[in-house]
Antibody, heavy 120, light 109 residues
Framework: QITLKESGPTLVKSTQTLTLTCTFSGFSLSTSGVGVGWIRQPPGKALEWLALIYWDDDKRYSPSLRSRLTITKDTSKSQVVLTLTNVDPMDTSTYYC????????????WGQGTLVTVSS | QSALTQEASVSGTVGQKVTLSCTGNSNNIGSYTVGWYQQISHGAPKTVMFGNSLPSGIPDRFSGSKSGTTASLTISGLQPEDEADYYCSTWDYSLSDWVFGGGTKLTVL
């Protein structure tokens, strides 16, 4: 059974760096084809993809946020970490991590999400 | 402005068949499998369809299809628990971006 869970601060201040951790089980990020992504959702708005890391350490970033995002993995800990630099109140969102279905541009399992508020 | 266009809202009565659409272009829907995600009361998204395949545990009243650059999610025999926001998504190779639609709010009357 695949599960994912996000963790990190609930409140950060403008200009700070936000670091979120996704801890997962039920799969290994060393298995060919596996990927884990991050998606966020501002209050009342649509989902927005942020980043994805593959089993081979290949990384993909949202073009609009590429300069501020970094995604890394720790296979031994079954964790994926996302950092977002120079945060702004507009980064206030619920942040989700999700398992990418191998061979598809589909997320098939999602974490519960974590709400991060950025204060000015 | 989302790369994928969805109806803002759709409604139907219990037992009715409803279809949600997701329109893109040849760079996204025309080239890749589309995922559909259900979000109930702002909870975590749940995958209810990818392409025309049902994930495990999703009722078979959900079905998916694609014609050209438009994907559709059909719910046959609408149930009260289907009331939710639905998002479509896929990869866009021109944008090098994983794109989502703006979401459709489905109301069960």
């Amino acid at each position: 059974q695949i599960t994912l869970k996000e963790s990190g601060p609930t409140l950060v201040k403008s200009t700070q760096t936000l670091t979120l951790t996704c801890t997962f089980s039920g799969f290994s990020l060393s298995t060919s084809g596996v990927g884990v992504g991050w998606i966020r959702q501002p209050p009342g708005k649509a989902l927005e993809w942020l980043a994805l890391i593959y089993w081979d350490d290949d990384k993909r970033y949202s073009p609009s946020l590429r300069s501020r995002l970094t995604i890394t993995k720790d296979t031994s800990k079954s964790q994926v970490v996302l950092t977002l630099t120079n945060v702004d109140p507009m980064d206030t969102s619920t942040y989700y991590c999700a398992h990418r279905k191998s061979g598809y541009y589909i997320f098939d399992f999602w974490g519960q999400g974590t709400l991060v508020t950025v204060s000015s | 402005q989302s790369a994928l266009t969805q109806e803002a809202s759709v409604s139907g009565t219990v037992g009715q068949k409803v279809t949600l659409s997701c329109t893109g272009n040849s760079n996204n829907i025309g080239s890749y499998t589309v995922g559909w995600y259900q979000q109930i009361s702002h909870g975590a998204p749940k995958t209810v369809m990818f392409g025309n395949s049902l994930p495990s545990g999703i009722p078979d009243r959900f079905s998916g299809s694609k014609s050209g650059t438009t994907a559709s999610l059909t719910i046959s025999g609408l149930q009260p628990e289907d009331e939710a926001d639905y998002y479509c998504s896929t990869w866009d190779y021109s944008l090098s971006d994983w794109v989502f639609g703006g979401g459709t709010k489905l109301t069960v009357l």
